[in-house]
């Protein structure tokens, strides 16, 4: 009997934390509006998004949202963890994984080696300073990578990789963050020129025609999902 009454004890508290997860969870898709493309389960991205909210002064829910917009474009609105690039003679390029961080090729160290570097001296910076900060699994803070492939990671470690990413880029700064939004609403003019300098850092005489592209994404983005 005794042993009985504690099953149903802790069947009846696993009950109402379940309800209590799912009503958090349908507070935070109302307020997203409406956005479904990340799952907002996981603890480590949730805490990351608190910290560097914080740090930037901006809406929580506006740099998740700026962080969707880039991983939009970057994957051609598929947010796809498996995509890889595709050059225009059909063959694999460097991009890999929703955010297109690139592979090292020929001793040229990608983005992707830099993203999964700026990742480990994230948590380990964050866990120093006492913010005790959930490190995923595939991070080792004693390890330096000179290649990354961001496909390895599930959606999960790929919004966590380019938000630690975002958190080591010299062009990611609270002023930089505080010109996307403008009463909780993100301008896609200003993100597009925080993606082209702090992402895509490619040569000047493409960037008219990036820019651009990467508007339209953001444009879709908002008609799709908000």
Request: aromatic share 10%; glycine share 8%; proline share 2%.
């Amino acid at each position: 009997m005794r042993r009985a009454k504690l099953l149903l004890t802790i069947l009846s508290v696993y009950l109402v934390v379940s309800v209590v997860d799912y009503v958090e969870k349908q507070i935070i898709d109302e307020e997203m509006g409406g956005m479904i493309n990340y799952d907002f389960s996981s603890t480590t991205y949730n805490r990351m998004l608190e910290e560097r909210a914080a740090a930037w002064e901006v809406d929580p829910m506006v740099l998740h949202e700026a962080i969707e917009k880039m991983g939009y474009h970057e994957s051609a609105h598929t947010f796809d963890p498996n995509i890889e690039q595709r050059l225009s003679d059909g063959t694999v390029g460097r991009g890999k994984g929703i955010f297109q961080f690139e592979i090292s090729v020929d001793g040229n160290q990608g983005g992707g080696a830099t993203a999964y570097n700026r990742t480990t001296r994230y948590f380990k910076e964050m866990n120093n300073q006492g913010h005790n900060m959930p490190i995923p699994e595939w991070v080792d803070t004693d390890v330096y990578a000179e290649n990354f492939d961001a496909t390895t990671l599930d959606q999960d470690g790929q919004y966590i990789l380019m938000l630690a990413n975002m958190a080591g880029a010299p062009e990611v700064t609270k002023q930089a963050l505080s010109s996307i939004s403008f009463g909780g609403k993100i301008d896609n003019d200003s993100l597009a020129e925080l993606w082209l300098n702090s992402h895509w850092k490619g040569d000047i005489q493409d960037r008219k025609a990036r820019k651009s592209s990467f508007m339209s994404s953001a444009n879709k983005y908002d008609k799709e999902f908000k």
